[in-house]
DNA sequence: AAAACATATGAGCAATTGTTCATATGATGA
DNA sequence: TCATCATATGAACAATTGCTCATATGTTTT
């Protein structure tokens, strides 16, 4: 027979883990809201030319325009990377006449970096 | 005049940053390859399901089954996202008979995902 | 007010990504 | 060997993303 309902989720014969590791995953397992946020935050590390200017920012705050040269980019494109990274709070601002300078909001930018930094040098 | 070079990326009126901090960025902003290598990475941890399962391997190492029916996804999706973790080396895996078990591959992971949420919850 | 400079932003496009579906591979037991 | 279970994988599709181009906003100077 080995009939199979339609809405429930394949199931393997027997499962492994034990009971109470299900239970405790449950209670470890952060809210749906959470693991969106934390994967948003993620994606911002997940580009090259975002991770560039955090780097940038490592030795000194700069405006917009620095940054573009240093990183021969346009204006524009390093404007919307500072855009994605000033929502997500990696990077904080401030205005001086037309210049804007930007530099890194907090420490948990470096920390993050370094630690992938280290996994992907092993 | 004002004319502009159109080979050369657009340039500021004045540069704010000095000569010796330009010179710290160059010297200590990794490579190319390097820092494609660091987003590609953090690409891995830029999905909720991969972090789901990341954070039901740290209670335990599970086969790719059990993975399936606690996130309520089918085994193929969940089969995939475990490529993806086993090609940044996030998780490893033994095969016992019909049935492969992943875990985590070291503590990056943990200190990672710990750093992200730290971050979020602020 | 007008011109010039620094920055921000919206639309559009090519490239990438996560899932589903179908099917292949691999291992076990009858 | 054949059927079955567990896992892996390729193709396809919708959704997302990073850049460019054009233009808007905001500030200073004349």
Redesign the interface.
Known sequence: MTEKGLQE????EL????ED??K??DR???D?E??????????I????TR??IL??L???E??V??I???L????SAISHQLRSLKQS??VKYRREGK?V?YSLA?D?VV???A??????E?
Do not use: N
């Open positions: 989720a394949e199931r393997c499962i492994h883990v034990h590791i299900i405790k995953v470890t397992m952060p749906d959470t693991l969106y946020d934390l994967a948003d935050l993620f994606r590390f997940a580009d090259s991770i560039k780097y940038v490592f030795e000194s700069m405006c325009c620095d573009a040269q240093l021969g980019m346009t204006q709070k990696l210049t300078f907090d948990h920390t993050i970096l630690q992938g930094m280290e996994h992907i092993e």
